[in-house]
Nanobody, 123 residues
């Protein structure tokens, strides 16, 4: 499966952005999906994930209550709605996919990756 992330940009603190991750090659209905991010000088880190069925989701403590992941199987697209953005949310955001159940929060557990999209939050 090929993943294409988009929607990044520059936003002021307190603002919102919605990232999209469009898939091709396979239907996402049987894939769990996740978003990760990598800030300058830091390792790629888990942000949020949703199960293949959409029935369960979990997120990092740092984004709980602010970021929401959703999955539209008909459009073969996953979204990350980011609200109340903070400067520390600045990073390159990556979408990831893995067939079957949620594979966890480790980067190595996810099989497929899209290219990143830059999110910059100004103070």
């Amino acid at each position: 499966v090929q993943l294409q992330a988009s929607g990044g940009g520059l936003v002021e603190a307190g603002g919102s952005l919605r990232l999209s991750c469009a898939a091709s090659g396979r239907t996402l209905s049987s894939y769990s999906m996740g978003w990760f991010r990598q800030a300058p000088g830091k390792e790629r880190a888990f942000v949020v994930a949703i199960s293949w069925s959409g029935g369960s989701a979990y997120s990092a403590d740092s984004v709980k209550g602010r970021f929401t992941i959703s999955k539209d199987n008909a459009k073969n697209t996953v979204y990350l709605q980011m609200n109340s953005l903070k400067p520390e949310d600045t990073a390159v955001y990556y979408c990831a996919a893995d067939p079957g159940p949620l594979p966890g929060t480790r980067v190595a557990a996810w099989r497929y990756w899209g290219q990143g999209t830059q999110v910059t939050v100004s103070s």
